[in-house]
């Protein structure tokens, strides 16, 4: 049995999921560079950063992968990872897990954070729990894929925050009831 590699929590309670928000700054621009070519009068707008995002899904909605310029995430439906209300990793969440460990693997990632979000049904301790539980459970099952790989883990639940769909379905509510692995690109 592969040991497991040490998961922490940042002591900071983030307003959102940390690494959804970007924080790289805008180029320089040299506005006065003879390669510029701009018309008589007309003035450079300041730089900004665009950031480039990749959303692909599964026709089911039951796999999610996000490709921004810096981050790839995998977010996966809690019903495709665990049985109802339960944390117990199911045989197709595992071949799902694994291949996300090859993917960490192909990116030489060393920091990984695993996020388990639930829908509002319930009362909110027990989608806190539950989450942190499944998040628990994939950490564990990428830890043993990536075997003696050196990765910091980062593993939260969150509960019913940060829904990504609209709770009054059931549509809704399944897309948030997910666990989110996300892990920067090789640079």
Do not use: C, W
Request: no cysteine; proline share 6%.
């Amino acid at each position: 049995m592969t040991p497991l590699t040490a998961a922490h929590a940042d002591d900071e309670d983030p307003s959102a999921p940390p690494g959804s928000v970007t924080t790289s700054p805008p180029p320089e621009v040299d506005a006065n560079s003879p390669g510029l070519k701009l018309a008589d009068g007309a003035t450079l707008a300041s730089a900004r950063v665009l950031d480039i995002k990749s959303v692909v899904e599964d026709l089911g909605g039951e796999e999610r992968r996000e490709d921004t310029n810096e981050d790839v995430t995998f977010a996966l439906q809690a019903e495709v990872l665990f049985p109802k209300d339960s944390s117990k990793l199911n045989p197709e969440g595992r071949g799902r897990i694994r291949a996300i460990a090859d993917e960490i693997k192909a990116q030489n990632a060393t920091n990984v954070r695993v996020f388990g979000f639930t829908d509002n049904l319930g009362s909110y301790a027990h989608g806190l729990t539950l989450s942190k539980r499944r998040a628990e459970v994939v950490h564990a099952q990428l830890a043993a894929n990536l075997g003696d790989m050196d990765v910091t883990f980062v593993v939260r639940g969150y509960s019913e925050d940060y829904p990504i769909a609209d709770n009054t379905s059931e549509q809704g509510r399944r897309k948030n009831r997910r666990v989110e692995v996300t892990f920067p690109k090789e640079g």
